[in-house]
């Protein structure tokens, strides 16, 4: 494609399918400035023209440069962007990048939403649809993580209240990654996002991920997450208890006592 971001292969017209539009172009730059950042870097010279970073709809990536066409068929990333890449640390250009990605990615949303006839009610659901994913930025700096995980924490406790909303998790199968950190499909989440935010809590006994088919459970004092079998808790006996300490907080209990 000369220049361009793709529009062209791609139509949407209605609230579902502009998000879901959004939600390949927002995998294939988390994709860039993750899993292929190396890739990406590369391609970034600074010895070339004005470098635009393009997600597609098909969750690919490109860099190239902007339309010739005036105005563009679609809003333009942000120009230049290979220019900054040696002149400031890489996590700094990367979270740059991905901060003009985002707003990027919002311009093409609702430029759909323009183009096609969305009204209030329509631009709002879009909108919320938008804001329930974590913004690339989020992704990169690994704020979407510290988020998720507090969230986990806050979750925990308010089970405590209701049986429906136990204690007691089970790991989500999350290509349901920021693993590769390329969403397959995001209908139910963020999909490969979510496994890797949840790969990245490793329980406090054996120090391992949590696997698919594994129950765990969080200690309420020092809100470190185990492996059920880890710490011989079954989800029916984690069901009756009101307040877990795991063995580390059960025994620090016992010699303060003493």
Request: glycine share 6%; charged share 30%.
């Amino acid at each position: 494609m000369e220049g361009g971001g793709g529009g062209e292969e791609y139509n949407p017209r209605s609230v579902e399918d502009v998000f879901r539009d959004f939600k390949a172009r927002r995998a294939a730059l988390i994709k860039a400035l993750t899993s292929d950042v190396e890739e990406f870097y590369q391609q970034c010279d600074p010895e070339k023209e004005n470098l635009c970073l393009y997600g597609l709809p098909n969750e690919e990536w490109e860099v190239n440069l902007p339309a010739e066409e005036v105005p563009p068929e679609l809003p333009e990333p942000a120009l230049g962007i290979n220019f900054a890449r040696d002149g400031m640390q890489e996590k700094d250009w990367l979270s740059l990048v991905a901060v003009h990605s985002d707003s990027w990615l919002l311009s093409v949303a609702f430029y759909f939403g323009a183009r096609f006839g969305f009204d209030k009610s329509h631009r709002k659901r879009l909108f919320n649809m938008i804001n329930d994913l974590p913004t690339i930025y989020e992704v990169v700096t690994g704020a979407a993580k510290k988020q998720h995980r507090e969230k986990s924490s806050i979750s925990s406790h308010s089970g405590k209240k209701s049986k429906s909303n136990s204690k007691v998790q089970r790991a989500p199968d999350y290509q349901e990654t920021l693993t590769k950190l390329q969403p397959k499909d995001e209908e139910e989440g963020l999909d490969e996002q979510d496994e890797e935010e949840h790969g990245d809590t490793l329980c406090g006994a054996c120090g391992e991920n949590y696997a698919a088919d594994e129950f765990w459970i969080c200690c309420d004092l020092c809100e470190k997450w185990f492996h059920g079998k880890c710490v011989k808790i079954t989800p029916a006996r984690a069901e009756h208890i009101k307040q877990y300490k795991c063995p580390a907080c059960s025994n620090k209990r016992a010699r303060v006592d003493i």
